[in-house]
Nanobody, 122 residues
Framework: QVQLVESGGGLVQAGGSLRLSCVVE????????MGWFRRTPGKQREIIAG???????NYIDSVKGRFTISRDNAKNTVFLQMNNLKPEDTGVYYC????????????????WGQGTQVTVSP
């Protein structure tokens, strides 16, 4: 059984910062790509940042230069450092990860966190 546990959301004023964390727990043989998604009011869930097992990262244009995704493979954790937050960043943030949870397999299913609310006030 694998679960992703997120933390770090909250309320912050525009221009402020938050750091989200997502820990993968359970039976883990290997973790592949990890990512952060968000669902903002009136929009579908969208990917905002992804990171592969080697640390290579990519971002959507609206967060480039403000958000940084990173991971600690020893702790099975992915982070999202969010700086210079804007009201339009308000939403529910989700992490996901491909987790090899069975011995002898090269790939595994993608698991999702429960979501954490980020609210940015003007």
């Amino acid at each position: 059984q694998v679960q992703l546990v997120e933390s770090g959301g909250g309320l912050v004023q525009a221009g402020g910062s938050l750091r989200l964390s997502c820990v993968v727990e359970g039976t883990i043989f290997r973790i592949g790509d990890m990512g952060w998604f968000r669902r903002t009011p009136g929009k579908q869930r969208e990917i905002i940042a992804g990171i592969n097992s080697s640390g290579g990262a990519n971002y959507i244009d609206s967060v480039k230069g403000r958000f940084t995704i990173s991971r600690d493979n020893a702790k099975n954790t992915v982070f999202l450092q969010m700086n210079n937050l804007k009201p339009e960043d308000t939403g529910v943030y989700y992490c996901n990860a491909e987790v090899v949870d069975k011995k002898g397999f090269d790939r595994g299913p993608v698991y999702w966190g429960q979501g954490t609310q980020v609210t940015v006030s003007p």
